[in-house]
């Protein structure tokens, strides 16, 4: 069993930055998957990045190239996304999800993941 816990969200003005955080309980961390994945009002749940067990493996949306960052620190048991010029239509709550797999690939499809956080918010004005 694995437990997540989002932090970081918060009001911010459109072209500034947020770092949100995950912390995650369970002794085999490092074994773990995770992603990232954002909702936004009246849309449907959408993939943002995702990170592989070891931290060597990165995926990103299109939406989110060359603006965010998510990096790992399997000792801390922490992921995190470092959300730069960030947009009006970035506002959402965004959750880490996380699966134990070793595989190569992160995965971007929400139903490959098993445990979820709460979620955090992230509002982004213009």
Known sequence: QVQLVESGGGLVQAGESLRLSCAASGRTFSSYAVGWFRRAPGKEREFVAAINSGGATTYYADSAKGRF????????????????????EDTAVYYCATRQSVTYHPNSDPSWYDYWGQGTQVTVSS
């Open 69 to 88: 960052t998510i990096s790992r620190d399997n000792a801390k048991k922490m992921v995190y996304l470092q959300m730069n010029s960030l947009k009006p």
